[in-house]
């Protein structure tokens, strides 16, 4: 990932390098941390060492699959190829704007949208794409013009807007991630990508320590959080959070890795496979549960059950195994096979998408908004992840382009800055 971000032929910051370091974490160092200190979170593993070896050996299968996938196949292209139209520009006064009002707009939804129980959970999906989209928006203006006033106190107005938004009432990440990760995602694109190696380095470190200790902080204290608790009663504890620990839990992938660990040990011999389920429910998933009672239930909400784990809430608590652990509920081989394949193809499309784009803010700015779905993409259930991060892209592309048509809209490319320049050609 490095090497390629180095030499260009894949960004960095890329959708691709954005899933593959939550595997890293979620899939590969969450159950070692697990089978190094032979603590499983209370799931009774009956053979550890089973389980690792074909935990290992799907890992690896998984990696290999997921990058020819990648970078050999060419259906996504295809797709991406059809969705663009050519380049566009758009001017900062117009951003600026859309910006402002995306961001009201997301305070708007998370006040009055959280008083209506029947659609509290549309509203956190429609905060955390509002949210992510305006900090893209703003990260986008603010890498032109990094030490212009009115642009830094357009950023704090922004950033601390989304704050609010995504600190309250939150138990997960992703809000709080979404926000930096689309900050930084539109500054990237315009600014950071085409700067040396040794510039971006001196430029980034800095901004990923702070991300990371403010992020550290908040995993450190979320089990505290409850639906009523506001932005600022949750700054106040991050104040006191223990980020070392907040650190090492976000560092070691959680419980991730010991469900998919006893996902591993007793599936098919004491429970059945459900063939490639999480395929089935991304089309389940948009039956609202009033219109089909009986809808089947993702393992991440079962999965308590079945390990008889003691000490929990089983009927609350939801433990996302990850693409592996599913994988190895949902076939073992062929299923680690399909999904590698399916998620090599559905991370470069929107790389592609970006690429054939360059300097679009239309384009790459609403994939920017999915990023923290993506990171989370290897940990989570795969096919919810899946279908809020196409939502995420979706919603935040119309709202970008609708609301723009308001201010108006250039598509005039005879000048195209210097940090839109066109990458160099993908490796395949």
Not at 113 to 136: D, K
Not at 242 to 252: E, F, R, Y
Not at 271 to 300: A, C, I, N, Q, T
Request: some cysteine.
């Amino acid at each position: 990932m490095l090497y390629q971000g180095l030499t260009r032929s894949v960004d960095l910051f890329s959708i691709r390098n954005i899933y593959l370091a939550g595997f890293v974490v979620y899939q590969i160092v969450s159950p070692a941390s697990a089978l190094r200190s032979e603590s499983y979170s209370g799931f009774n593993i009956i053979d550890p060492s089973k389980a690792a070896k074909w935990f290992l050996m799907f890992d690896y299968l998984f990696v290999l699959l997921f990058l020819l996938s990648y970078h050999r196949f060419g259906i996504a292209n295809w797709f991406a190829q059809k969705l663009t139209k050519g380049p566009a520009t758009a001017s900062d006064s117009l951003l600026t704007g859309l910006a402002i009002s995306i961001v009201i707009a997301a305070l708007g939804f998370r006040v009055v949208g959280y008083t209506v129980p029947a659609l509290s959970a549309v509203s956190i999906n429609t905060c955390i794409a509002l949210v992510s989209a305006a900090c893209a928006v703003t990260g986008w203006i603010w890498a032109a013009r990094r030490v212009n006033p009115a642009v830094l106190i357009l950023v704090a107005f922004v950033v601390g807007v989304s704050l609010v938004v995504t600190l309250g009432g939150f138990y997960s990440r992703r809000p709080l991630i979404s926000v930096m990760a689309g900050f930084a995602w539109g500054a990237y694109h315009r600014w950071a990508k085409n700067l040396s190696p040794t510039q971006l380095l001196i430029s980034a470190t800095p901004l990923v320590l702070i991300a990371g200790l403010v992020v550290s902080a908040f995993t450190a204290i979320r089990s505290h959080q409850t639906s009523s608790t506001d932005a600022q009663g949750t700054l106040q504890q991050m104040k006191g959070a223990n980020v070392s620990a907040g650190t090492s839990d976000l560092l070691s992938g959680q419980s991730v890795g010991s469900a998919a660990l006893w996902i591993l040990d007793t599936f098919p011999r004491d429970h059945k496979y459900d063939p490639l389920f999480s395929l089935k429910y991304m089309g389940y998933w948009w039956v609202p549960r009033v219109l089909w009672d009986s809808k089947p239930e993702p393992l991440s909400k079962n999965v308590a059950n079945l390990a008889k784990l003691r000490g929990v809430n089983r009927d609350v608590i939801t433990i996302p195994p990850g693409v592996i652990g599913y994988a190895g509920a949902e076939g073992g081989f062929y299923a680690v096979v399909i999904y590698a394949f399916f998620f090599g193809q559905f991370t470069r499309f929107f790389d592609q998408l970006v690429r054939l784009n360059p300097g679009n803010p239309y384009i790459i700015l609403p994939v920017g908004c999915s990023t923290g779905q993506f990171l989370g993409l290897a940990r989570g259930d795969i096919a919810i992840f899946t279908n809020v991060a196409l939502i995420g892209f979706v919603f935040s592309f119309l709202l970008i382009y609708f609301t723009s048509m308001g201010f108006g809209r250039s598509r005039d490319a005879r000048e195209i800055p210097e940090w839109s320049r066109a990458p160099r050609p993908l490796r395949r």
